[in-house]
């Protein structure tokens, strides 16, 4: 197991432990207008975010929570490391890598330093909206994955998550958490604020937007245009390794080496359209209005399909 996996597990499952000494209103905190998990973030890190400095070759992966950040993330990290092998004279992680959480605010206030000392090519994820990222990462034009998801599904994800993870507020029911939602009153913020502010960088050459639902329908070539966009320089026997190993049954499986006991929450069904199973009439109208009011007509709101995945 890498020493970045390790550090995975430990931080999770040390977070999972605090949390469960904390008193709920002591889960989140308030960082300019929006809030965050206290047990693996803080003020203090946040304000050293704004100096972290980008490579032009990180390779970013950014998506709103339970939009399949972990899942494109392994696919993302394995193309690198597989890329890696193929560069004679690159640093090797196995020899000098730190122990870093991959999401970007995740950690405390000094990891931006030793982040400075990793190889490239480092491999970063973030829940953040594009103007909460450092300056650095658009001055520097790193690449940028944008993952997105129907908000139905991502909806429906995010409260099974809450009420298995002690690290998040939980909810008595179904309409307690959909109002929240709906409110913009959850961790990392509104899902419908994000989508809107990504939106502004679609036309960015160093963005690129994928669907999780495009990659469920063809995850080979899905996982092929990740490669070209970062230029990985990749054969097609690697490429489809990356795509056996990035199974929701193989990482399923895997999830204990991977995730440690966080797995066990992390991989539930991994499918799409699960939001029928909880969503009432009542619940689809004000997502439906919602959605029409807030990115209808948007380049980002056309490309999740929503007539498709999300009409009743």
Request: net charge negative; aromatic share 12%; hydrophobic share 35%.
């Amino acid at each position: 197991m890498s020493k970045q996996r390790k550090t995975f597990i430990t931080l999770v499952e040390k977070a999972m432990a605090d949390a469960e000494e904390m008193a709920p209103e002591d889960l989140v905190f308030s960082y300019k207008g929006i809030l965050y998990p206290s047990t693996v973030c803080s003020p203090e890190a946040f304000k050293a975010l704004e100096s972290f400095e980008a490579r032009s070759d990180d390779v970013f992966l950014a998506g709103y929570p339970k939009s399949g950040t972990n899942w494109v993330g392994q696919i993302l990290t394995d193309l690198v490391a597989t890329s890696r092998k193929n560069n004679e004279g690159t640093r090797s992680l196995d020899d000098d890598e730190l122990e870093e959480f991959p999401y970007l605010e995740v950690g405390d206030a000094e990891k931006y330093q030793r982040m400075a000392d990793l190889p490239s090519r480092r491999v970063i994820f973030t829940h953040l909206t594009p103007q909460k990222l450092p300056a650095s990462v658009f001055m520097n034009k790193a690449k940028i994955l944008l993952l997105i998801r129907n908000p139905k599904d991502v909806a429906t994800s995010f409260y099974h998550f809450a009420n298995r993870l002690s690290p998040l507020p939980s909810y008595k029911t179904w309409g307690d958490f959909f109002t929240a939602f709906m409110n913009g009153e959850m961790v990392f913020g509104s899902y419908f604020d994000y989508i809107f502010e990504w939106n502004k960088h679609t036309d960015d050459a160093n963005v690129m937007t994928i669907t999780y639902e495009e990659l469920k329908e063809n995850r080979a070539l899905g996982v092929k245009r990740i490669s070209e966009f970062f230029e990985l320089q990749l054969t097609d026997e690697e490429i489809q390794g990356v795509v056996d190993r990035s199974s929701f049954q193989a990482m399923k499986e895997n999830s204990e080496k991977t995730h440690g006991a966080f797995g066990n929450v992390l991989f539930r069904k991994g499918g799409v359209s699960d939001w029928k199973n909880i969503f009432n009439e009542d619940d689809n109208q004000k997502m439906d209005a919602t959605f029409e009011e807030q990115l209808g007509g948007t380049k980002l709101g056309e490309k999740l399909k929503y007539k498709v995945y999300c009409k009743a």
